[in-house]
């Protein structure tokens, strides 16, 4: 094979797997979704994780609970165009906990809580599905 053909070969490839990926989805604007980060060890906490997407569905409310009995911790945020969000919570420069994720469809986020300084320091992936 020639080097034209070995590169135009390897182009095909990469945009084969690029097309395969699943990409970002626009949020549902207005709804609510919900999901649950289950205890991991014996220290672990339930952890129940609300998303509020704004009426523009331009930005979102994350609110979510440790365990019973403590007062849920929020955070306002952008979505940017292709579904994605990222949010924040510092005390200073510290890092106290983060909700990182993406809309893979109308219906469902998929998205990680990362507990740095926050409840029990155990985090998560989860799925978030659109209550009705």
């Not at 094979?1 to 097309?19: K, Q």
């Not at 970002?24 to 997407?53: D, N, Q």
């Not at 919570?89 to 998205?111: C, D, E, K, Q, Y």
Request: with cysteine.
């Amino acid at each position: 094979m020639s080097r034209t053909s070995i590169a135009a070969l390897t182009t095909i490839l990469i945009a084969g797997v690029l097309a395969s990926a699943s990409p970002a989805a626009p949020p549902t604007k207005g709804a609510l979704y919900e999901g649950t980060l289950f205890a991991s060890g014996v220290a672990g906490l339930i952890k129940t994780v609300r998303l509020k997407v704004g009426t523009s569905g331009k930005t979102a409310r994350v609110i979510w609970s440790c365990g019973t009995g403590r007062a849920p911790s929020t955070l306002q945020f952008a979505i940017a165009a292709d579904g994605t969000f990222k949010a924040y919570s510092n005390t200073g420069s510290l890092t106290v906990w983060s909700f990182v994720g993406r809309f893979v469809s109308p219906s469902t986020a998929r998205a990680a809580l990362h507990l740095n300084a926050a409840c029990d320091g155990k985090g998560g992936t989860l799925n978030l599905k659109r209550k009705a």
